[in-house]
């Protein structure tokens, strides 16, 4: 009888990632992705083109520096959370959980291979053909704002997209674990996309505003420096404001209402996307490897 | 293969409890018993697809539940009807499994050609999966089986959803992998007569039998032989009862409306006496075939089924 070497899990964990990577690439999902940002693309070059609007383009008279943040902040910026949250819903959200559902897991699991290099072998094609999509989208802006500003690309731009990749590193490490919770594909899509594009962001709301606690253990809020970076002046990092003034006379100054607001400043906004990530990929492997196939 | 106090429970409902087996050495093991038995779930067990409840399930003296990797390293699967990603060609959802196999690299290819060639998937081989029938997913999946020369063979019936022909086919070539262990859940008694040498019967999640074919027909098909008879009009309780009256029948039993079951004596020597005997009824019949031993016994063993 023959006697087979042992195939080192770092080699089975590239296995995974090549063939899952062919089967995205290969897929509709995939240009369905490529076809969204193509049109946010399309639409902001004719629109900025067509309308000129000042917050793309600045104020006459602004300095060029302030002018080209404002075009980045407001092409980038406005839509690459979206983009991120998609991106990682799309190729994430079903990863473990269509190995249930579609019954491919009956396939790959019974085989010399442990269930954790499945997992990181599919992270990692998921990672890549979710970076793709975001390097597109970098790309696209790039070249409108070479047009409109040749020769120069702020350093804040450079740092956004790079933050931008960490925020999708973390948002694929929790659509994973979101995966491997549910057993239907549809579901932990759906579940993923509502949580980041919805829940955290109420919860970043109610938190700072109502209860008036920094919102440190939101993955949005830590995806803030996506966007803050970009802004001519880094928000500050706690501020608060005041409405209203005091009301009928000495003994009603309660009356005054008061906001209070909180940015992550950059190494914190890293922190939390970095926890994120191990935490997430952490419990999504504990979830898999527990998880059963009945059906 | 070793089995060791195997339990699974899912809820408060014991699907597979205290399963004792030990199969060994190179033969082909059929895994029979009725829906809901317990097979597959013994099955996933022993591939890593569900943790048992209790006790342990051995490949290789391995326990799976503690090391998969090195448990499944000789030994190949098909449990109930996998998928395979669906963007994928067989020749690439195979390459796929040769390198996390290790099948040697320079053996790959030559490996995956014989294997879809056994099931006659060559013409098949660059097209999408996606876009196959539920039988030639299946060619595909008994193709995987056989890609790295595996010692032990874990089948989960082989031939649901295959044609004729297929069934056939996947016979043939399960006969032809010598020199290893397979273990085969089946319901077609045809197969497992034809292509194994053992036999384990469990219902209930409890092991029934464990013996040679030879063994169990001889224990439990009742001793004597058995013909089913065919006619060519409606079996009536009158032909029943004047077959049974012939001499050296035991039994008879009705199995559809053209059908009997005649059991007889196991001294009975000439059994033309006993088919000159229902020719003379002269109530039409027009077939008798030697009925199998192994399904004999094994309805005498299942006694009903749920
Ligand atoms: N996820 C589950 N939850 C509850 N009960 C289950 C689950 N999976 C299987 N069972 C039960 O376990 C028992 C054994 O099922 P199993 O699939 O092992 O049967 P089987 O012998 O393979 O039957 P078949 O011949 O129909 O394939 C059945 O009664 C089934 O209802
Ligand atoms: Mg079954």
Redesign the interface.
Known sequence: MSTKARVGSLSQIGTITRYNFLNYFRARRFYVMLGIILLISLLLTVLVGYYRPVSFLGIPGEPVSLAVLGFYGAGWGGFISLVVIISAAFFGGDAISGEFQNRTGYFLVPNPIRRSAIYVGKWIAALAASTIIVLIFAAIILANGLYYFPGNVPWQFEQSVAFAWVYLVAALSLTFAFSSLFKSSAISILMSVILLLIVFGVIDTVSSVVVGIEPWYSITYGAGIVTNILSPVFPPHMQTQSFGSVLGGANRTNARFEVTTFNATVPEGLEILVIYFIVMALLGLWLFERKEFTS | MEAVQLTKN?GSFAAVSGLNLKVQGTKCVGFLGPNGAGKTTTM?MF?????ATGGAALINGVDVTKD??????????L??????????TPR??LS??C??????KAERRKRIDESLGLVKMTEWEDK?VGSFSKGMKQRV?VA?TLL??P?VI?LDEPSTGLDPRGMAEVRSIVMSLK??LIFMSSHLLAEVTEVCQEVAMIDHGKLLVYDTIENVTAKFAGGGGAVEVGFTRAVDEGLVSRVSQLSGVQTVTRTNERHIVVRFDPNLTARDKLFEGIAGLKAGAVSFEQSSGLEDAYLSLIKETL
């Open positions: 899912f996933k591939t890593g697809l569900i943790t998969k990797k090195a448990a499944l390293a000789s030994c190949s699967t449990i109930e009807t996998p998928e395979i990603y669906s963007a994928l690439e959802a796929m499994l390198e996390i196999r290790g099948v040697p999408r999946n995987s790295s020369d010692e874990i020199d290893r």
